[in-house]
């Protein structure tokens, strides 16, 4: 399946393959992260999740329990040119669904499944380009 993205969103990173890294405190790894391995701060969500520059990618932190070899301490955020037909496509082959496809103030489409082995892939299609600001995000320098 090739995908193209057209548009893009302030609110989201413009790379494709976003991993999600849960940490029980993100600011502190975000704090650790960027001293240690020279990331930037992209965009900062409260206090439970941060978005950063890792190169010519990006890596999102978000608030959660990590536990020792469970599958749940991150997931992997693709992007996708449309998330409807993706998500058919995904449900068609037997991906478990955890959320259909959603509309969200932060000018994305997202929905998310697990796979055959049980890691959580969550899609994001930019439908609109829309300021961290106005649902609460600080945009940092991009």
Not at 26 to 32: R, S
Not at 62 to 82: E, K, L, P, W, Y
Request: proline residues 4%; charged residues 20%; aromatic residues 10%.
């Amino acid at each position: 399946m090739k995908e193209k993205i057209e548009l893009n969103n302030r609110s989201m990173p413009t790379t494709g393959v976003i991993p999600v890294l849960n940490y029980p405190d993100v600011l502190a790894a975000t704090k650790w992260l960027c001293a240690a391995f020279g990331f930037r701060e992209r965009l900062i969500i409260g206090t439970h999740r941060v978005q950063l520059h890792a190169g010519f990618g990006a890596v999102v932190l978000a608030a959660g329990v990590i536990g020792h070899n469970s599958r749940t301490t991150f997931s992997v955020m693709i992007r996708v040119a449309d998330a409807s037909a993706h998500f058919a496509r995904a449900r068609d082959h037997g991906a478990t669904i955890i959320s259909e496809p959603t509309d969200y103030p932060y000018g994305e489409r997202q929905y998310s499944a697990k796979d055959l082995a049980g890691y959580v892939w969550t899609f994001s299609e930019t439908i609109a380009d829309v300021d961290p600001a106005s649902w609460g995000g600080v945009l940092q320098e991009d």
